[in-house]
């Protein structure tokens, strides 16, 4: 029984080894993605979501598709939304295998935007995510992302506005054993964005930018090309 679990142990960190040595930090990959919102009508209730598809390389070789929503509440007379949602997830492996894993996610968010001065809208996200990984077990993770955006031509971010817009999002893990005596890091990773965006509508925004993603072994960098729209 002792050599059993040894054998597994030494192998899971075998196959861990192997999973950050064939990922090249210096190939950028790209994130093509699509965010929406809208409300029911007058009321506080609405929904949103994104669909994601993340490539380790420009294009073809699948990081993660993601696919996201969730049922909306902006209580009046307070500048806050609270999401419940769900996420499905599925992660390719780096390069020219095409292994697949799925996840299934429950996420509960709150966003609270306000601003400073006349041209700086910062917004605070705080997101819990209860998480079903494929060969792991049961997985929580806590996120804060803190979002900035400053219009350049307008006072506002309304129609035509060029904007600068920057985030960093912190992750951390909850249990940090996942299964099998395998177990990950308290600090699970942390994304830096900066990009150039512009108004098409009031209600319709494009971004193209650059994200840093740090984890405890891999440092990469994506490019980002995003599609805002409430509706």
């Known amino acids: 029984m002792k050599k059993s679990l040894l054998s597994a142990v030494l192998f899971s960190l075998f196959m861990s ?21 809208t409300n029911f009508g007058e009321s506080e209730w609405g929904l949103q979501g994104d669909i994601q598809y993340r490539n380790w390389d420009l294009g073809g070789d699948l990081e993660q598709l993601l696919i996201r929503g969730g049922l909306t509440y902006s209580p009046k ?25 799925g996840e299934s996610r429950i996420y509960q968010e ?40 400053i219009p350049l031509n307008q006072p506002n971010l309304n129609k035509d506005a060029i904007y600068l817009a920057l985030y960093n999002e ?48 891999v440092s990469k960098g994506q490019i980002q090309l995003s599609l805002h729209h409430t509706f």
């Not at 080894?17 to 190939?27: G, M, N, T, Y």
């Not at 997830?89 to 894993?101: D, V």
């Not at 893990?173 to 990950?184: D, F, K, P, T």
């Open 170 to 217: 912190l992750f951390i893990n909850g249990e940090r054993e996942i299964g099998n005596g395998r177990s990950v890091e308290l600090f699970d990773r942390n994304r830096f964005y900066s990009a150039l965006g512009y108004a098409l509508k009031d209600n319709l925004k494009v971004q193209a930018g650059y994200m840093k993603q740090t984890t405890d072994a």
């Open 17 to 37: 080894f192997s999973v950050h040595a064939q990922i090249d930090e210096e190939q950028t990959g790209a994130w093509y993605m699509y965010f929406w919102n």
């Open 77 to 101: 007379n307070a500048d806050v939304k609270f999401t419940l949602g769900y996420g499905n997830i599925t992660s390719g492996e780096f390069g020219e295998g095409n292994n697949t894993a």
């Open 110 to 149: 709150t966003l609270l935007p306000h601003k400073l001065s006349d041209r700086f809208y910062l917004t605070h996200r705080f997101r819990y995510e209860q998480r079903w990984v494929e060969d792991q077990d049961f997985r929580t993770r806590y996120r804060y992302n803190l979002f900035l955006n």
